[in-house]
């Protein structure tokens, strides 16, 4: 099983960057995806997360500001991020848990996003 995680960079405040993340070796529609974050020094936090069926949810400090989309034919889920903010600076990191088996959850090797002027 890999999660490969591409898109990570540095970009300056009020920009923006689109993390993906290609899933292989699972079916990927039985899997609910999350995007986490870990900022140095700082445990790492969820961002956002989208069950296999859709439904949505965002930490409150992204609302409005960072979108999640999956495509299931490519096997893919996105972490499209705007209006990006010096504390956005983190390495994000995708995770998939098997929708009736829980305990098969995968996560990214991570990408690293830094907000910088």
């Known amino acids: 099983v890999t999660l490969a995680e591409s898109g990570g960079g540095l970009v300056q405040p009020g920009g923006s960057l689109r993390l993906s993340c290609a899933a292989s070796?699972?079916?990927?529609?039985?899997?609910?995806v999350a995007w986490y974050r870990q900022a140095p020094g700082k445990e790492r936090e969820l961002v956002a997360s989208?069950?296999?069926?859709?439904?949505?949810t965002y930490a409150d400090y992204v609302k409005g500001r960072f979108t999640i989309s999956r495509d299931n034919t490519k096997e893919t889920h996105s972490l499209q991020m705007n209006s990006l903010e010096p504390s956005d600076t983190a390495v994000y990191y995708c995770?998939?848990?098997?929708?009736?088996?829980?305990?098969?959850?995968?996560w990214g090797q991570g990408a690293q996003v830094t907000v910088s002027s």
């Open positions: 995770q998939c848990q098997h929708v009736f088996f829980p305990k098969y959850v995968y």
């Open positions: 070796g699972i079916i990927f529609h039985l899997y609910d």
């Open positions: 989208e069950k296999n069926f859709g439904n949505k």
